[in-house]
Nanobody, 115 residues
Framework: VQLQASGGGLVQAGGSLRLSCAAS????????MGWYRQAPGKQREVVAT???????NYADSVKGRFTISKDNGKSTVFLQMNSLTPEDTAVYYC??????????WGQGTLVTVSS
């Protein structure tokens, strides 16, 4: 299984970025897609997840600013990030779960928000 993430970069505070992650090679149905992030010196934390049925979950710190969505036909998950702050600076990882409880991680994409 391969997860190809893209869309990270450098943005000023208050700006927006859109991350994408395309999954390929899974033999089993993907039941959940999501994004985690890891800031320097901190533990990896969940940012947002979306289930096969479209139910979403967000970390409190991003509610109202980030939106997760997916394209089932292309096994792609998106993260629209608005009103970015320097505290959002991190490496963002996409993740998928399959129906047999496998979890796969993407390679990470760096998001840097300057003040």
């Amino acid at each position: 299984v391969q997860l190809q993430a893209s869309g990270g970069g450098l943005v000023q505070a208050g700006g927006s970025l859109r991350l994408s992650c395309a999954a390929s090679g899974s033999r089993f149905r993907i039941t959940l897609m999501g994004w985690y992030r890891q800031a320097p010196g901190k533990q990896r934390e969940v940012v947002a997840t979306i289930t096969l049925g479209g139910s979403t979950n967000y970390a409190d710190s991003v509610k109202g600013r980030f939106t997760i969505s997916k394209d089932n036909g292309k096994s792609t998950v998106f993260l629209q990030m608005n009103s970015l702050t320097p505290e959002d600076t991190a490496v963002y990882y996409c993740v998928i779960d399959t129906r047999i409880a496998e979890r796969y991680w993407g390679q990470g994409t760096l998001v840097t928000v300057s003040s």
